[in-house]
């Protein structure tokens, strides 16, 4: 798997929160690309969760969450709250069976 600056520091939304507002934009860019990397091997959403890149790190930044409920209307726009949330590494396993869905 490829390395990224940003994408295996934040495993929480405490990590996120550490992050300088620049360091954010480079941390969605690389979540893209790594969201990009694990569809293109094991199929998945991934145009709604494109889209919902920097909205969902914007809402970890702003509420205190687990504290606070989000919910998403579909588990299509939910990958970044999976890896902040510190499923990352479960990513390998996306879509099959036993593995992260």
Known sequence: MKEYKYVNKVNSPDDLKRLSKSEVIEYCNEAREFIIDC??????????NLGAIELTAAIHRV?????DKVVFDVGHQSYLHKM?????ELFH???RPGGLS
């Open 63 to 67: 509420f205190d969450l687990p504290n």
């Open 39 to 48: 569809v293109l091997e094991n199929g998945g959403h991934l145009a709604s």
């Open 93 to 95: 396993q996306l879509r």
């Open 84 to 88: 902040i949330t510190g499923r990352r």
